[in-house]
């Protein structure tokens, strides 16, 4: 059983290189989402979706794009890196909505520098 | 007023303490109260949940809400070095995104 996969683990990116972090999940979930977690900030939604076809923005989504065209993958795309964007992802999936008993499962991350 | 205060720590205690973990909030319509833990390199696990004010527990671990005062903390009795972790509080409000805290990095020493 897998859960939500990540991938790549680490990067290192020059400013306004693009890149496209991958997030899959072997769980049937419809609700997916990206955080970011950077030190004395916590987890910030970034972008979620809660089905095929539909994403919607969370706290922090300027300076990136996802996509949802299946089920099991919800990728998200850097269009121009920049330093700020320097942080831990965290993709993670749940079946219907993030409350309570519905928890969300998380990837173990990707760290990204921006230079 | 931040919508989740969290003192981040960090927090350290000896084998066998009692741990408390604590978050306030300012957002009246936060419905779900969570405790999610986060191992170093990893990703969170949910680790508590409940809906309504007072305590609920799980084993060693014991969470407590109190909606009149927008508090809620967390309990760990006789606390031990796989303990060791960081803390996070979170809440939803019955939409599709969950608030966090910032977390508390918990070092239990032997």
């Known amino acids: 059983n897998a859960g939500v996969t990540q991938t790549p683990k680490f990067q290192v990116l020059k400013t306004g290189q693009s890149m496209t972090l991958q997030c899959a999940q072997d769980?049937?979930?419809?609700?997916m989402s990206w955080y970011r977690q950077d030190p004395g900030m916590g987890l910030r939604l970034i972008h979620y979706s809660v089905g095929a076809g539909i994403t919607d923005q969370g706290e922090v989504p300027n300076g990136y794009n996802v996509s949802r065209s299946t089920t099991e993958d919800f990728p998200l795309r850097l269009l121009s890196a920049a330093p700020s964007q320097t942080s831990v992802y965290f993709c993670?999936?749940?079946?219907?909505?993030?409350?309570?008993?519905?928890?969300?499962?998380f990837g173990s991350g990707t760290q990204l520098s921006v230079l | 007023q931040k919508e989740v205060e969290q003192d981040p720590g960090p927090l350290s205690v000896p084998e066998g303490a009692i741990v408390s973990l604590n978050c306030t909030y300012s957002?009246?319509?936060?419905?779900?109260f969570m405790w999610y833990r986060q191992y170093s390199r990893k990703g969170p696990e949910l680790l508590m949940y409940?809906?309504?004010?007072g305590n609920k527990e799980d084993g060693r671990f014991t969470a407590q809400v109190d909606k009149s005062s927008k508090y809620i903390s967390l309990f760990i009795r006789d606390s031990q070095p796989s303990d060791s972790a960081t803390y996070l509080c979170a809440f939803g409000a019955g939409s599709y995104q969950l608030t966090f805290g910032k977390g508390t990095k918990l070092s239990v020493i032997p």
């Open positions: 769980m049937n979930h419809e609700y």
């Open positions: 409940t809906y309504s004010s």
């Open positions: 993670a999936s749940t079946k219907d909505r993030p409350a309570g008993n519905e928890k969300l499962f």
């Open positions: 957002n009246s319509a936060f419905q779900y």
